[in-house]
């Protein structure tokens, strides 16, 4: 059964780095597909965050570049999240989510990372 | 980057309804439109993919077309399980982008 599950911290403080990391299981990342991190903040809409190809090639959205890394480990069948500089405004639900086309399917299930001191 | 803008932003609808709701893209996407469905503190399931192509294990009443710039998803007759927000997302090009959402409602 294709899963993936996002971990990390649920609680982050303003100017810190984010970190999460998507485990994938039922399947294998290096199978042609993109790796992608999606979030949603409260009541909102979704926003990509960025995606990366299991040769490594990463893409990201502009509005967030500046600030965010993602990984892959393909031995560990994960990939990895971060963001910098974290402020209120990125408390939000984060999603990974593999596809093997520009859309996403599956999606984990969801971490809520909250920003507060 | 392509906007992509959805109406309307919630309808009400009734059990056996025939819903559609509409995604226009700021730029010619082709056919590489993807449609999802999200209900309360879940994550976003793939309905549609390529404007057109019906997702496994999807019921056939959910439906996609259009291409271009302008794009429809249509629920032909709406179930109690459909009740839930619609997002679509071109898949044209980084950057990814997604519409706003559309709330089908219970009327």
């Known amino acids: 059964q294709e899963q993936l599950q996002e971990s990390g911290p649920g609680l982050v403080k303003p100017s810190e780095t984010l970190s999460l990391t998507c485990t994938v299981s039922?399947?294998?990342?290096?199978?042609?597909?993109?790796c992608g991190w999606i979030r949603q903040p409260p009541g909102k809409g979704l926003e990509w965050i960025g995606s990366i190809y299991h040769s490594g090639s990463t893409y990201y959205n502009p509005s967030l570049k500046s600030r965010v890394t993602i990984s892959i480990d393909t031995s560990k069948n994960q990939f990895s999240l971060k963001l910098s500089s974290v402020t209120a405004a990125d408390t939000a639900v984060y999603y990974c989510?593999?596809?093997?086309?520009?859309?996403?399917?599956?999606w984990g299930q969801g971490i809520l990372v909250t920003v507060s001191s | 980057d392509i906007q992509m803008t959805q109406s309307p932003s919630s309808v009400s609808a009734s059990v056996g309804d025939r819903v559609t709701i509409t995604c226009r893209a700021s730029q010619d996407i082709s056919i590489w439109l993807a449609w999802y469905q999200q209900k309360p503190g879940k994550a976003p399931n793939l309905l549609i993919f390529a404007a057109s192509s019906l997702q496994i294990a999807v019921p056939s009443r959910f439906s996609g077309s259009g291409s271009g710039t302008d794009f429809t998803l249509t629920i032909s007759s709406l179930q109690p399980e459909d009740f839930a927000t619609y997002y679509c997302q071109q898949a044209n090009s980084f950057p990814l982008t997604f519409g706003g959402g559309t709330k089908v409602e219970i009327k």
């Open positions: 989510a593999t596809g093997r086309g520009y859309w996403f399917d599956p």
């Open positions: 039922g399947y294998s990342i290096t199978s042609n597909y993109y």
